[in-house]
């Protein structure tokens, strides 16, 4: 019996595989290359002459600046929207789709392209991937029964294409496709559409078109993993409700660069014990540098990290952490980015050729045992530091009780006597230095703890896996597929992980990097899940044995075209509901949804409350709405009250297309005045624009290249999108443009999408100019919209000091503004009230007051140092004692730390 219920487990199990396979093959959607003559003139170039690229003769080709100059501009803006493609190989004429007659000009082959330009203005493209995919759509049309490729497939000969679509059903003229690599031009394309007979032309063209929203690749692995007898502890979990023990490892943070707050500290602990963990991380907490963060700790434990996304930008992001901050790039392999892919061939090859680190360099097992005596040392300082702050206490009161008895004489025998006690409490300030100085040796360690570890993995893989280095080698530079994967079979994966432990892969490129193997390594991170729909995760989380799944519920969902009732339709067909187990809606759910709905504890979810990224007064909106205001403000400061928030009011219309071009002419002009602003200061800021409706971002886009050279649009990383096109990015500088005017209030309920809203108004780190063409108070009073410009003159209320202070509060703020140094009492940074917050010359300094009875007697913890110490204020520790026997050394003290401060700002 219990067999059979075993069965049954794994009959389910199945069955909400294949509804996940099914749903996403039904929303998937094709690059449309159909008919590429329907493109407009500015997105579509006909290369002529001879192609020298596809033949393999040239690594790239020359193009003229005409069609150039403008389209590296139009990549940069549309980016995440559109995909730069190399096509050949145009079928023309007419054939029949779906039982209608169409026009097709459409390509056998295609690869992703990108364009350079030489110092010396000239311009060149080149491919991203050397080999080119098959639009399988169209080559299924032409061969419906065949089989096209076998193992000896050439499928960037001319020959192999008019040899196996001779077979075809269609009529064809394939004999023109022989003269290839000479092109067929323009002229030709257009003469061949007259024709009756399709013709298959040896024509390249460069194409600018709607990304595509899934690949054939994913599907094949959805496909394997459905069939799968064995699947990973996080699909188990995920897909069957497996309850998975956590284990309890020994973590490696301490031996870490950098502060790690407690909840980055808990989702290290995560990562490494649960089979399935959730981390949620609001707009600008440190999300991707806790990644980088998780990914350096597993490195350091001898573990290997998958990192996926569904989009480039967001992976990128992760890379510049790794190497900025643990200097792991040559070790973690962005995959899917030419620019790297360059740097990684050449890395492997010195590798191979001998260029190593220098032999001299210590072990990483010396530098570890370094560590831990100074994550003792460590320890022990901040043990001794705690005790002078206990004793401050106990010395404060004591003194504070004799003072309340009015007796003067008794107080100050008691100061006599323990006078020489008292003032060895300054001591506690060279403790606390001791401290900082440990900690900032113990992070120079820590880096070079990490680089011998990467060294001497390397070393070993180079002098006991060489020939899985050189398959690999081989395998990054094969020009075919069938090769690659060939060549990666000969891989010792276990070895070349344990060399490079970190991999960075978009979703949709992860089947041409990786091969499909069960659990290959140790996490998987999922990063941007709500952007990530449930399938196209599937693969990722096969490849591992535990997952880490990053995002937040409050911003933006990934966009499904799955029908409601074909989505029921599948679920029937696969006999499932939404009550079975693993099973969600796909269409309104991304793989974050599934991961929260699956976690058995709360030790699985960690919650990142740092806030970095914004000025306080720029996330004091969402913070207060969305996020219960649980962040805490690492920029709070009271010379941050306001300034950054600016509100044009432009009373343009829209329009019939949804386009208001008052505030996009406002927008470009304050664009303008930005760059004039940046070249008089020499400081260059990013600037993005958004706007939630798609006609206005587009509009503003145009508007963008038709007003600002490439340089200046690369130079300021000058975009325009929707909301969906700024998930997981920032800039300096933020300009949105709501659109809707007094007329346009049916328009103004997609403002009210909590998500979309959210995504909105969360993207500026310094400033941010809203543009507005509606009164806002005739919108409902619960709109965001209107809630949110309200709050922006609410802002400075929150910068208050507490009038209800206690005498030695009072006391060390009087003798501290004598000295024309401000001060606030009470004052709340990054979530917590400090005794006093000092400002001199623009710098700031957090007193501590110790052992004066009342609310402020308690010393923070160290950890509270370390937060403050995040937030880039430092913290003093000031006690009653002291301060009663020698006000002038406490004084001097809280002075020094200023002015260095300053003269070192």
Sequence with gaps: MAHKSKWNLNVSKQNVLS??????????????????????????????????????????????????????????????????????????????????????????????????????????FSVIDSQPEINESLTQLLMPEGELLDDTADIQSPYFWTSILKQSPIELNLLTLLNYPELANFEEIKTALKSSTVTLLPASILVFVERSASSRGVLHELEEITDSATLSPPINALVAGYEMSISTKELKYDYLPGLLSAPQKKVISIAANAHLGCVSGPPGTGKSYTIAAVAAEHMARGESVLIVANNDPALDVIADKLNENFALSDVSIRAGQKAFLKKLKDYIADLLSGYLADEQEKAPAIFESELKEHNALLDDLEQRFNKFCRKAIIRGQRLKKLEDKDMRWLSNLYIKWAQRSIKQLARQWS??????????????LASRYLTAL???????????????????????????????????DNIEYSSLLAAFPVWLVSLNSLYRVLPLKPQMFDLVIIDEATQCNISSCLPALYRAKRALVVGDTKQLRHYSFLAKSKETQLRAKNHLSLSSEGVVSYRDNSILDLTLNALNSDQQLAFLDEHFRSKPELIHFSNAHFYQAKLKVMQHRPCTSSGHLFIHRVNGERDKNGVNQLEASAIIACIKQQMSDDRDSGMYHSIGVV????????????????????????????????????????????????????????????????????????????????????????LPEQYLLRRYLGSITEFSAVHTRLSDIDDFQRDVIQELTKLKIETWSGYAVAGTEVDILCRYNGQYLAIDLIGYPGPWADFFELDTYKLFSRAKIEMLPISYGLWVVDKDTCIQAIVSRLQKRANTA
């Design 691 to 778: 706007s939630p409706f798609r006609s206005q971002a587009d509009f503003i886009a145009k508007q963008i290249g038709a007003n600002f050279s490439e340089a200046e649009i690369i130079r300021h990383k000058l975009r325009a999108a929707t909301p969906f096109g700024f998930q997981g990015e920032e800039r300096d500088i933020m300009l949105i443009s709501f659109a809707v005017d007094n007329d346009a209030k049916r328009a103004a309920v997609y403002l009210n999408k909590a998500d979309v809203f959210n995504v909105t108004i969360t993207r500026a780190r310094q400033a941010q100019h809203l543009f507005l063409s509606i009164d806002e108070t005739q």
């Design 431 to 444: 403790a606390l230095d001791k401290i900082n100085d440990q900690q900032t040796s113990r992070e120079l």
């Design 19 to 124: 509804y996940y396979r099914d749903c996403y093959k039904e929303d998937s959607a094709d690059l449309n290359l159909w008919d590429l003559s329907k493109l407009k003139k500015q997105d579509c170039h006909v290369l002529e002459g001879r192609d020298d690229l596809g033949s393999d003769f040239l690594p790239r080709l020359p193009i003229s600046q005409q069609f150039a100059e403008p389209m590296m501009k139009r990549v940069e803006v549309y980016q995440r929207e559109r995909v730069l493609l190399y096509v050949r190989f145009i079928l023309v004429g007419k054939l029949e789709i779906k039982g209608e007659i169409k026009q097709v000009v459409s390509p056998i082959l295609f690869n992703e392209a990108v364009i350079e330009k030489d110092n010396d203005d000239d311009y060149y």
């Design 454 to 488: 990467k060294n001497n993995n390397l070393r070993t893989l180079v002098n006991t896996q060489r020939k899985s280095l050189q398959a690999f080698n081989q395998a990054i530079r094969s020009r075919t597929s069938k090769r690659q994967f060939e060549l990666f």
